[in-house]
């Protein structure tokens, strides 16, 4: 039996080197039309005077102050007065949506009673305003 002789292996690196190369061209190209996008001149309009966000008139905020004192929308109100504030608002908004504020320090009674006349004056849509706890 005849051995034939050994071939040598070889790696044709052809395939591998045009990709290489169509990549580096794609990256040339686009790294040279960000450059020129970068160099184009837009006047970017500008922020004038925000307006403040304005409530509509089927939301009432109450804020309940470290010193007990009760507020309505700002106006400092007593607890009688809030019921009947919310019951009027919310014969003409039935979907009255009311935020209580409440001092941290306040006293829990407060809080729950003001809830109370909320509930009793009709209006469902409670929330309650809260800080976010800082880490």
Do not use: W
């Amino acid at each position: 039996m005849r051995r034939r002789p050994a071939e040598e292996a070889t790696l044709n690196l052809t395939p591998m080197i045009d990709v290489v190369f169509l990549l580096v061209i794609f990256f040339m190209v686009g790294a040279k039309f960000t450059d020129q996008e970068s160099r184009i001149e837009v006047n970017v309009p500008g922020v004038g005077q925000l307006n403040p966000m304005v409530r509509g008139p089927d939301q009432r905020t109450v804020e309940l102050a470290p010193s007990g004192q009760l507020s309505l929308d700002g106006r400092a109100v007593s607890m009688l007065e809030l019921r009947g504030e919310l019951e009027a608002a919310h014969a003409s908004y039935p979907d009255l949506r009311v935020t209580v504020r409440a001092d941290a320090s306040e006293s829990l009674s407060k809080f729950t009673e003001i809830l109370h006349i909320c509930r009793s004056s009709g209006v469902e849509n409670l929330g309650i305003a809260v800080q976010p706890q800082r880490r």
